[in-house]
């Protein structure tokens, strides 16, 4: 089986702005920069067939380069307790529509139905080990005003999410890189 996900990496400078809102919440475990990036789609855990099918769907989408930027933070809970906490987008037209055309690709190559959670653009910041929603909203209200500039995105990954040996977390590979259409 391959855990799969498709996603976007950021540049250099935005993942050093993302770094610099990693601070002032205790009860957070904060994702390093190798691992900041924003999901388009998780795919889950596939057989080898079906990842090639995926694959060779994704390489048939065509879609032009379009410029976003991060902006505010917010957070995701379960059960009222807050699990991650992440930096937000900005002018996210043209992400929802290659999104969709991701999530659509998918489909064909017969990964399964649409992703069980709704699409909300974010780039994860850290996850939440025992924050109160107070803690939370406090970080948030600290670091609301987060804008980073506009950059632009010029190509999506097909990411391989890999468990480590020692139990230690998962680190991604990358599997494919498609690029964008510059006009």
Known sequence: MI???VGIDLPENVKKELQS??????AALWRPDKKMHLTL???GNLEEPVAEEVLKELRYIR???FHFALKGIGYFERGGIPHHIWAGVDKDKALRELQQKIDSAVKKAGAGQADKFKFVPHV??????GATRQDVFEYIGRNNLFHTPEFEATSFILYQSIARENGEGK?????EEFPL???
Do not use: H, S
Request: net charge positive.
């Open 181 to 183: 259409m510059l006009v």
């Open 3 to 5: 855990r799969l996900f």
């Open 63 to 65: 879609f032009p380069a």
């Open 41 to 43: 789609r998780f795919i």
């Open 171 to 175: 680190y991604y590979k990358e599997i």
């Open 124 to 129: 994860t910041l850290g996850k939440l080990f």
């Open 21 to 26: 809102l990693q601070k002032g919440l205790p």
